[in-house]
């Protein structure tokens, strides 16, 4: 079904991997669109509660495919705008997750900022080196970067090419955990299992609310929240989760 990715299930948890080997998993066009078909297809499917998206242990993404940048032209560029598939991505209900090992440079930094939640091995690196191209990030690396580790080392990023180890990412706010590198896959799992067995409504109400954070002020976003609260309060999920809890028993979601 798919050329330039896999896709697995683990329980509640679907797994994308991006299958480009001698690219170094540097998404082209296509690779973006399969991306977002079978994301949008775990998104659609009611068992699936988290979904996780990687790469293999030498690069996540080593960015944009430059061989097919260079035949590009601006008009077949602004027909099929890469940033709006990143956009389809972001924009989902669900949690996702970027298992990231080796390079995520360019393109692949920028897809693993759209995701919820980071795991790294100890080899990743991070950067957005497009200037070196004669171009700059346009997928969101400018703006996501910026609110994770602020202007004046995003600036040095962009700038001045530096790259960011797993330790120094870690550091600066832009993954959540570093891990070996052979454990990072199975720990961003374990991670995306132990989130899908959460209520799927509250998950989806708090994960909206704690996203829309950076761009709202203080004063908007406790309004969003309590709106938010208020749903998942109203849902029969609520009901089943303290009844649950009260009876010291396992919760049985409906996502309702």
Known sequence: MYENILVETHGRV??????????????????????????????QDAAIGAMVITGNERAFAAGADVAEFQQTTLAELMKGLRADQYEVLRKGRKPLIAAVSGFAYGGGCELAMICDLIVASETARFAQPEINLG???GGGGTQRLTRQVGK???????????????????HHGLVNRVVP??????????????IASRA???????R????RAQDMSLENGLGLE?????????????????????EKRKPEWKGE
């Open 208 to 211: 909206d609310a704690v996203s």
């Open 181 to 194: 590198v052979e454990l990072y896959l199975e720990e961003a799992l374990e991670l995306a299992q132990t």
């Open 200 to 206: 799927p409504l509250a998950a989806r109400l708090a």
């Open 135 to 137: 171009i700059m990030p």
């Open 14 to 43: 679907g797994l994308v991997k991006i299958n480009r080997p001698r690219q170094l998993n540097a998404l082209n066009t296509a690779t973006l669109r399969e991306l977002v078909q079978a994301i949008g297809a775990f998104e």
């Open 152 to 170: 004046y080392l995003a600036m040095e990023m962009i700038l001045g090419g530096r790259v960011l180890s797993a330790w120094e990412a870690q």
């Open 226 to 246: 309590r709106s938010n609260f208020l749903i998942a309060f109203g849902s029969k999920d609520k009901q089943e989760g303290t009844t649950a809890f009260v």
